[in-house]
């Protein structure tokens, strides 16, 4: 009674005596019908994915397996390749002081000079998305000028700059109208005539790209903090450098990663402008080397070449990877 009397002043209902009835136990659910559901969602997933899997499969990962592979055999690519003569570390030693040492790191040397049209197109791209990121007539105009070589063919683009630099070409003739002397100017024929034709093409094909990116960039720079710093008396350029271009770190990273992988895979332009790999080998790209060996059936060295190259790719993006992780830890 005492305890009844102590709930009652606490506000607690007293306990009563009487049996609490027992709720019935809940049935088993049966999962069958969502387990059948979920395994015919499953199946029609896989179907839809399935072109995009063997395509994978067929022209990725079996390729990539035989490369690997034929690295340590003596394969021309027409015979099996386990029919082939094992060679073991030969084209690795080709290629690192042997026979084709030369001539593949000639290849890797050109293009790394190939390469010199990204940092030109990243200060280009940029300095031309600020004068056009202003609202001023004809802007929109400018805008799809500067992009237009960026969507043409490039094989249609460097036929068009072969006829120009070629000997005997638009430019050999402009120049013979000059009252220049000589039979050419050979262009197409010197190293640093290869170089800077490469150059120019790539820088006048790219440079669009990088300032339609940069011009993307610029929306999303805070015109808070800029008009605070012209409030403090910042000048332009003080702006330019210390809000728009760190503001367009990201865009900057991603143009510069992106724009060296494919750098270093580069082929096409080279090789159409000038017919083949050039004058000794001055077009000749790390792209060029592997497609020559395995014109000269020799998939071996050519697997070697491609994936020394591969590995350089990789250690290039981890440092910038690195180093843009250690830049954004520091801020």
Same mark, same amino acid.
């Given at each position: 009674?005492?305890?009844?009397?102590?709930?009652?002043?606490?506000? !607690?209902?007293?306990?009563?005596?009487?049996?609490? +009835?027992?709720?019935? %136990?809940k049935?088993?659910?049966?999962?069958?019908?969502?387990?059948?559901?979920?395994?015919?969602?499953?199946?029609?997933?896989?179907?839809?994915?399935?072109?995009?899997?063997?395509?994978?499969?067929?022209?990725t990962?079996?390729?990539?397996?035989?490369?690997?592979?034929?690295?340590?055999?003596?394969?021309?690519?027409?015979?099996s390749?386990?029919?082939?003569?094992?060679?073991?570390?030969?084209?690795?030693?080709?290629?690192?002081?042997?026979l084709?040492?030369?001539?593949?790191?000639?290849?890797? !040397?050109?293009?790394l000079?190939?390469?010199?049209?990204?940092?030109?197109?990243?200060?280009?791209?940029?300095?031309?998305?600020?004068?056009?990121?202003?609202?001023?007539?004809?802007?929109?105009?400018?805008?799809?000028? =500067?992009?237009? +070589?960026?969507?043409?063919?490039?094989?249609?683009?460097?036929? *068009?700059?072969?006829?120009?630099?070629?000997?005997?070409?638009?430019?050999?003739?402009?120049?013979?109208?000059?009252?220049?002397?000589?039979?050419?100017?050979?262009?197409?024929?010197?190293?640093?005539?290869?170089?800077?034709?490469v150059? /120019?093409?790539?820088?006048?094909?790219?440079?669009?790209?990088?300032?339609?990116?940069?011009?993307a960039?610029?929306?999303? *720079?805070?015109?808070?903090?800029?008009?605070?710093?012209?409030?403090?008396? %910042?000048?332009?350029?003080?702006?330019?450098?210390?809000?728009?271009?760190?503001?367009?770190? +990201?865009?900057?990273?991603?143009?510069?990663?992106?724009?060296?992988?494919?750098?270093?895979?580069?082929?096409?332009? +080279?090789?159409?402008?000038?017919?083949? =790999?050039g004058?000794?080998?001055?077009?000749?790209?790390?792209?060029?080397?592997?497609?020559?060996?395995?014109?000269?059936?020799? /998939?071996?060295?050519?697997?070697?070449?491609?994936? *020394?190259?591969?590995?350089?790719?990789f250690?290039?993006?981890?440092?910038?990877? =690195?180093?843009?992780?250690?830049?954004?830890?520091?801020?």
């Amino acid at each position: 009674m005492e305890k009844i009397i102590e709930q009652e002043a606490v506000g !607690t209902p007293p306990m009563s005596t009487e049996a609490q +009835p027992i709720a019935p %136990a809940k049935k088993p659910q049966n999962n069958t019908l969502s387990h059948a559901l979920q395994r015919q969602e499953n199946v029609i997933g896989w179907l839809y994915i399935s072109p995009m899997v063997i395509g994978i499969l067929v022209f990725t990962a079996i390729p990539l397996i035989m490369s690997i592979m034929a690295m340590f055999y003596n394969w021309n690519g027409l015979d099996s390749l386990f029919e082939s003569e094992a060679v073991g570390f030969k084209w690795f030693e080709s290629i690192f002081g042997g026979l084709d040492s030369e001539r593949y790191w000639h290849a890797m !040397t050109n293009t790394l000079i190939f390469a010199i049209q990204l940092p030109i197109c990243l200060v280009l791209g940029f300095f031309l998305a600020v004068a056009m990121n202003r609202d001023m007539h004809g802007v929109q105009a400018f805008r799809v000028i =500067y992009y237009l +070589p960026g969507v043409m063919s490039i094989v249609a683009v460097s036929i *068009v700059w072969q006829n120009l630099f070629t000997y005997g070409g638009t430019l050999d003739q402009l120049y013979y109208s000059m009252g220049g002397t000589g039979d050419s100017l050979h262009l197409l024929d010197s190293d640093f005539g290869v170089a800077f034709t490469v150059n /120019l093409l790539l820088v006048w094909k790219g440079v669009g790209y990088s300032t339609l990116m940069f011009i993307a960039g610029l929306q999303s *720079v805070s015109t808070d903090q800029i008009e605070a710093a012209k409030i403090d008396g %910042a000048n332009s350029w003080t702006i330019l450098m210390k809000i728009t271009l760190p503001a367009l770190y +990201p865009t900057i990273f991603y143009l510069f990663v992106t724009g060296l992988m494919g750098a270093l895979q580069m082929f096409n332009e +080279p090789f159409i402008l000038l017919g083949g =790999y050039g004058t000794g080998d001055n077009g000749m790209t790390v792209v060029s080397f592997v497609y020559f060996y395995k014109g000269e059936k020799n /998939l071996g060295l050519a697997s070697v070449g491609a994936w *020394v190259l591969a590995f350089f790719i990789f250690i290039i993006t981890a440092i910038q990877m =690195y180093v843009d992780k250690r830049k954004r830890e520091a801020e």
